[in-house]
T-cell receptor, first 112, second 115 residues
Framework: TQLLEQSPQFLSIQEGENLTVYCNSS?????LQWYRQEPGEGPVLLVT?????EVKKLKRLTFQFGDARKDSSLHITAAQPGDTGLYLC????????????FGTGTRLKVLA | DAGVIQSPRHEVTEMGQEVTLRCKPI?????LFWYRQTMMRGLELLIY????????DSGMPEDRFSAKMPNASFSTLKIQPSEPRDSAVYFC?????????????FGSGTQLSVL
């Protein structure tokens, strides 16, 4: 069974602080995605990374895919209350069938 | 486009009753996924379809769960009989090509409570 573990599980920070959340697995993934989910809604895609070592930036968010394609990180600079939500990583595997496996999630709260 | 549409948004039922959750994917999307989300287990893939055909149902918990996709614009997830441990938020998602960098579009989910 392929598992994606995210850390930390919960994070509460003040507005303006920086933070990093991690997504780790013992399995190799063909690609990895990050989603943000707000209460009462489904996850919304933030980014997809497909190449080992790849770094993508989306405004104040920086995403990195590990060289071995087993892990990823999401760094937020100068967090804002609007960044509050559940952050999920999802790894794609093609071992037999195409599907995305989701991580356990990091619940972020940014205080004003 | 209206996005992925799920109904009902909330469902409260008693143990032993049949529950049917509904999903309308985005028009033109060939892949449809059913996920279940709980605090303990996170977001779990139950089953997915390609062109209305079930491809992988290894995530379906047990025989009480069944899913169908009679046409490209409609899918159902049925639980019979329902049990309290089935209480969760059930999400439907769709995507167009199935490529590895493809974006999954999620519905707003159905909050199921089995008493």
């Amino acid at each position: 069974t392929q598992l994606l573990e995210q850390s930390p599980q919960f994070l509460s920070i003040q507005e303006g602080e920086n933070l990093t959340v991690y997504c780790n697995s013992s399995s190799v993934f063909s690609s990895l995605q990050w989603y943000r989910q707000e209460p009462g809604e489904g996850p919304v895609l933030l980014v997809t990374v497909v190449t080992g070592g790849e770094v993508k930036k989306l405004k104040r968010l920086t995403f990195q895919f590990g060289d071995a394609r087993k892990d990823s990180s999401l760094h937020i600079t100068a967090a804002q209350p609007g960044d509050t939500g559940l952050y999920l990583c999802a790894g794609a595997t093609t071992s037999g069938t195409y599907k995305y496996i989701f991580g356990t999630g990091t619940r972020l709260k940014v205080l004003a | 486009d209206a996005g992925v549409i799920q109904s009902p948004r909330h469902e409260v039922t008693e143990m032993g009753q049949e529950v049917t959750l509904r999903c309308k994917p985005i028009s033109g999307h060939d892949y449809l996924f059913w996920y279940r989300q709980t605090m303990m287990r996170g977001l779990e893939l139950l089953i997915y379809f390609n062109n209305n055909v079930p491809i992988d149902d290894s995530g379906m918990p047990e025989d009480r769960f069944s899913a169908k996709m009679p046409n490209a614009s409609f899918s159902t997830l049925k639980i019979q009989p329902s049990e309290p441990r089935d209480s969760a938020v059930y999400f439907c998602a769709s995507s167009s090509t199935g490529s590895l960098d493809e974006k999954l579009f999620f519905g707003s989910g159905t909050q199921l409570s089995v008493l």
